[in-house]
């Protein structure tokens, strides 16, 4: 009997240890609270984008002045989580942060499985242009290369320079969702 209790125990113990160490378990990728980006990189192709953690320990990504809307980056700055690129294992997920935009003209989001070479992935944005929140495809190769999914009513949620939104973006398989 007490042979038989102890293979229970054991097969219980695999099994919450298998169950521990799931593909598709949470990863906390990082919430910032040690007070340092690391692990982080910041790519700005204008030469006017900082990132830093600031006192409440959020991680900020700015200008740090307006960006002409015809630069031929587009204002670009972003920032990725390297240990993430290329693997497969970081394809699915949630993202959540504070947007804000202080000019019109400008578009703040999240760029989701992007590709480097050629340049591909999703958006979940807002835009001070549209005046609303929107979900795109982008792919360099296609014609056009970037393809509207889904737009919010501009009535029904606007968005304006100079308010913070609370957004979250989540991408598993082929549904991406955007929460604001």
């Known amino acids: 009997m007490r042979s038989k209790w102890t293979a229970i125990g054991l097969s219980l113990a695999a099994v919450i240890m298998l169950a521990a160490g799931d593909p598709n378990s949470t990863i906390v990728i990082d919430d910032f609270d040690d007070g340092d980006a690391e692990g982080w990189d910041l790519n700005s192709p204008t030469g ?6 600031n006192e409440e320990g959020e991680y900020v990504i700015e200008s740090i002045e307006p960006i002409p809307l015809d630069h031929p980056f587009a204002g670009i700055i972003e920032s990725h989580w390297e240990p993430a690129e290329g693997q497969p294992r970081f394809s699915s997920g949630t993202l959540r942060g504070t947007i804000r935009a202080n000019t019109f003209g400008t578009t703040a989001g999240f760029f989701v499985r992007e590709g480097d070479d050629p340049i591909a992935g999703s958006r979940c944005c807002t835009s001070t242009g549209f005046g ?30 100079d308010e913070d939104w609370d957004v979250e973006a989540g991408f598993v398989g082929h549904r991406l969702w955007m929460k604001a």
């Open 132 to 161: 609303t929140f929107y979900i795109s495809r982008v792919d360099r190769r296609a014609v056009p290369p970037i393809t509207l999914l889904a737009m919010a009513d501009p009535a029904q949620l606007p968005f304006f320079p």
């Open 48 to 53: 006017l984008g900082i990132s830093y953690v």
